[in-house]
């Protein structure tokens, strides 16, 4: 199917779904927040009392570094278990969601699609799935890759558990920040993936960039480009060395896109 109108159309701009964005960052963080826990509790248990001679007992540092390869080892496992699942239905949502918006964007302009777009939209879920599978993974990994360092370090040089707890809890917000953007980015390049998917399946090649104003940080490359137009294919590179991107691919980018239907006098059809 390629849609055509007497003159070109412009679709609104699907935006990417602030609900399932806030799932996945629930189902992140909780995993976060129960894995920190559990290493302050268990480190507790074994650390040194105030007054003991840290730096000099032998059987509290082997036990807390056997403690840490333990805590490691239980949650990499733990998060491994649960990122195929929350991946998959991460994605599952993320298609029903933007199906059913794109869908609408183009009924808003005059275009009823019946059938679903299931076959083009489905192709993109695999490489969604294994991504955020990585990304998932990864969390613990990071975590207790700089931790185990802060612990090992605070009992060899005589630190009570109240600084390492100082310690740890910055760590752990620095965490936590990372599973809130895995969360928000994930959001938005599905979003900008899938769209893709469906304009392409029904013959849109172009589109109108179009710059957030709602970021933190926005990008000036990505605001000076707003209102061009880019091939939906390729996306557009900024030369920032990140190569082709679409709206929302880029870490922290918020930007969205109007798709074109293009007129029958337009020189592509």
């Known amino acids: 199917m390629k849609l055509r109108a007497p003159q070109p159309i412009l679709l609104r701009a699907v935006r990417s779904s602030a609900a399932v964005e806030a799932w996945y960052r629930k189902e992140l963080t909780r995993l976060v927040d129960e894995m920190h826990k559990s290493v302050l509790h268990w480190v507790r248990k074994v650390y040194p009392p105030p007054g003991a001679d840290i730096a000099m007992d032998a059987p509290a540092i082997g036990a807390l570094n056997s403690t840490m390869k333990n805590l490691g080892r239980r949650w990499d496992k733990q998060f491994t278990q649960l990122s195929h699942e929350t991946s998959k239905k991460f994605a599952k949502l993320e298609y029903e969601y933007n199906e059913k918006a794109f869908k609408q964007s183009l009924k808003d302009s005059g275009f009823a699609i019946k059938h679903e777009l299931a076959a083009p939209m489905r192709e993109a ?115 920032d060395g990140f190569g082709p991107v679409l709206p929302g691919e880029a870490i922290n980018c918020g930007c969205t896109s109007h798709p074109i239907i293009p007129g029958f006098n337009d020189e592509e059809a």
């Open 125 to 239: 879920l695999p490489a969604m799935v294994e991504e955020n599978v990585a990304l998932i993974k990864s969390i613990p990994e990071k975590y207790f890759g700089e931790i185990e360092n802060k612990v090992m370090e605070s009992v060899e040089r005589g630190r009570d558990m109240a600084e390492l707890t100082e310690q740890l809890q910055a760590r752990y917000g620095v965490t936590r920040g990372r599973a809130e953007l895995i969360a928000r980015d994930q959001n938005n390049k599905a979003t900008a993936q899938l769209q893709k998917a469906g304009q392409l399946s029904v013959g849109i090649t172009t589109a109108m960039w179009s710059h957030t104003t709602a970021s933190i940080t926005p990008r000036e490359d990505h605001a000076d480009f707003d209102g061009e137009e880019y091939d939906v294919e390729l996306g557009h590179d900024f030369g």
